[in-house]
């Protein structure tokens, strides 16, 4: 999957076009500049100067400092950190739960499948953002409840996915052909099946990443999310609300990186969809 | 070698399949003959044990292969059984490979589940597979996905995966239906090489007479879950007995025919949900006598190895079809 992906963005095959590439690089600079926060950062993230307080834009705080006097661009980058690895983890944690609870349904089918699927339906019935909140005012608020609450609300979709895909597999020839040659249930799953229904679902999975960061926002904006004084887009916003006429760019700044890094994964996630589809390759000879 | 006898299966309250029996021997090439919709890929269902995965079951007779009975087998030796010793080519070259895996692990994958190679050695046996196929370039096409190559490309890689595990019965469900008809010949005569070669046996499912006259040794005549004519090659084609074996006979085009007299068998295949009464032939049979409505015919044997089930079958004995 990889190499065809490789082979794709070398411009062999259906042309995914400039948007998923640029996206993809932005995507890089914005993970760099997570990764790399604690050594680019200008200003330590919780570094407080009262003095200058909500002082605009400047040479020496090119974002603009808060209410506190903390440097709003050292802020921005420190929360990439955190809104970037809640998103990915959660959904790795969704996707990989997802993956498996719908393979084995959607392979075992009868009443497992009917008991789990309507466990997992369940979950339908609040829209996500709900039940993250739910989830967090259960667990308490904090990056770890975070996580398992976006995790959650998004399981869903991650099991329902697989288990149709793998339930249309099933009945292909290749799958029969596999049996009558002796292959038994493990090998079918793991080495037939899966690897076919996984493109869709890595592209829904990065579609949701995007998802996943506004709901990590929104968590934070409602103080559920990640805890002070570690940042986070959405608890910069929240407290940046309160200034929204006297230092807007409290809260502009981190609006902007929230809204970058979603179009981002989406423009991104578009590519990959054009790029992994397997049966509009042409035939090489 | 295999022997179904009297076999019956079931889906819920439906009987496809109702009393066939037929044996393939060593060495021995059977046509399984029909039209679509007579029960023949049911049979080879039955015999590599997957009708449960379709939610059918045998309900009656038994399957017999080097005298085993496969009709009670558990399911972990069926799957030793399944491509090592009986092994499935399957109707479709175009949706019989995985898509996501190069050809020359497919076929890697019987000779390491079955003969228990390595990686490496299972790579060397099946490139010497694919050669033996005809596959130009072997070790090339080895790591091609199933996408770059052509249609009788696959079904040679199709068969090679069937023949990875070594089996001794081969069943071949119609494998040649998608291809064109110079690639199907060049399939066919493969095939009977490789079952003189290694002496296998081999039961081909088809709904084309003149593949059978070409290529098989003993020919069962399907029709509605029923064999109704079986026997050598030779005397089917020579004194066939049943009116439906003369119609297929009739179904094949030859040279030299003037025009608009090939002939089609009028009608269809019944559902199995709607039988007819008796013979099930009896709505499509220009022979039919009143008799044909009430009686279900069984089969008598009119020469030795040659068996019909028609209550006429001595007295259709010679007719021109």
Redesign the interface.
């Known amino acids: 999957m990889i190499a065809r992906l490789v082979d794709r963005l070398m411009w062999r095959g259906p042309r995914p076009g400039i948007a998923p590439i640029v996206a993809g690089a932005a995507l890089l600079c914005l993970v760099a500049a997570a990764f790399l926060s604690p050594w680019i950062a200008p200003w330590p993230y919780d570094q407080q100067m009262l003095a200058e307080a909500d002082r605009a834009p400047s040479l020496a705080h090119w974002f603009g400092t808060d209410e506190f006097g903390r440097d709003v661009l050292s802020r921005v980058l420190f929360g990439a950190r955190t809104s970037l690895s809640v998103a990915l983890v959660s959904i790795s944690v969704s996707c990989s739960l997802g993956m498996a609870i719908g393979a084995i349904c959607g392979y075992v089918g009868g009443p497992v499948d009917r008991w789990v699927m309507a466990a997992i339906d369940m979950t339908w019935c609040f829209p996500e953002i709900l039940l993250a909140l739910l989830l967090v005012a259960i667990l308490g608020p904090g990056s770890t409840s975070t996580v398992l609450a976006i995790a959650i609300a998004y399981l869903a979709q991650f099991t329902r996915l697989t288990r149709s895909q793998i339930r249309a597999l099933k009945r292909?020839?290749?799958v029969?052909?596999?049996?009558?040659?002796?292959?038994?249930p493990a090998h079918i799953l793991l080495?037939?099946l899966l690897?076919?229904a996984v493109a869709p679902v890595v592209v829904v999975a990065m579609l949701t990443t995007g998802d996943a960061i506004l709901l990590e926002a929104t968590l934070g904006f409602f103080g559920m999310g990640a805890q002070p004084p570690t940042p986070s887009w959405g608890g910069m916003m929240s407290s940046g609300s309160e200034l929204l006429f006297e230092a807007p760019w409290v809260i502009l700044w981190p609006g902007a990186a929230i809204a970058a890094s979603v179009i981002a994964i989406n423009l991104f996630g578009d590519g990959v969809l054009v790029a992994l589809d397997?049966?509009k390759?042409r035939?090489?000879? | 070698m295999l022997t179904v006898d009297d076999l019956e299966i079931g889906f819920s309250t439906l009987h496809p399949l109702a009393g066939v029996d037929f044996s393939v021997a060593r060495g021995e090439i059977l046509g399984l003959v029909g039209e679509s919709g007579s029960g023949k890929s049911m049979t080879a269902m039955s015999v590599?044990g997957?009708l449960p995965?379709i939610g059918g079951r045998v309900t009656r007779g038994s399957i017999r292969f080097e005298g085993e009975e496969l009709t009670t087998l558990d399911e972990a030796r069926y799957?030793?059984?399944?491509?090592?010793r009986i092994?499935?080519i399957?109707?479709?070259p175009m949706?019989?490979?995985?898509?996501?895996?190069r050809v020359g692990p497919q076929i890697d994958?019987?000779a390491r589940?079955?003969l228990g190679l390595d990686a490496r050695a299972a790579r060397i046996r099946t490139v010497e597979l694919m050669a033996r196929m005809r596959i130009p370039d072997a070790a090339r096409v080895y790591d091609l996905h199933p996408?770059?190559l052509s249609g009788g490309l696959r079904q040679r890689i199709?068969i090679a995966?069937?023949l990875?595990?070594d089996p001794e019965l081969l069943i071949a469900d119609e494998p040649t239906t998608a291809l064109d008809v110079i690639v199907q010949a060049q399939i066919v005569q493969l095939l009977v090489e490789l079952v003189r070669e290694r002496d296998l046996a081999l039961m081909l499912i088809t709904h084309d007479m003149g593949l059978v006259a070409q290529a098989c040794d003993r020919v069962a005549v399907m029709y509605s879950g029923r064999i109704v004519e079986s026997g050598p090659v030779a005397a089917i084609f020579e004194d066939p007995r049943h009116p439906y074996t003369r119609a297929l006979i009739g179904c094949i085009p030859r040279p030299g025919m003037a025009e608009g007299t090939l002939a089609g068998i009028p009608g269809t295949v019944p559902s199995i949900a709607d039988l007819p009464s008796g013979c099930r032939f009896h709505p499509r049979c220009p022979m039919a006598v009143a008799a044909c409505r009430d009686r279900v015919p069984q089969t008598v044997a009119v020469a030795a190895d040659h068996g019909v089930a028609c209550l006429l079958a001595g007295a259709a004995s010679g007719d021109a079809p």
């Open positions: 292909e020839t290749f029969e052909a596999s049996l009558c040659f002796g292959a038994g080495r037939r690897p076919n397997v049966k390759r035939r090489t000879h | 590599m997957l995965l799957r030793r059984l399944r491509g090592g092994a499935l399957t109707q479709n949706t019989s490979l995985d898509p996501m895996v994958q019987g589940l079955h996408h770059q199709v995966m069937a990875a595990g």
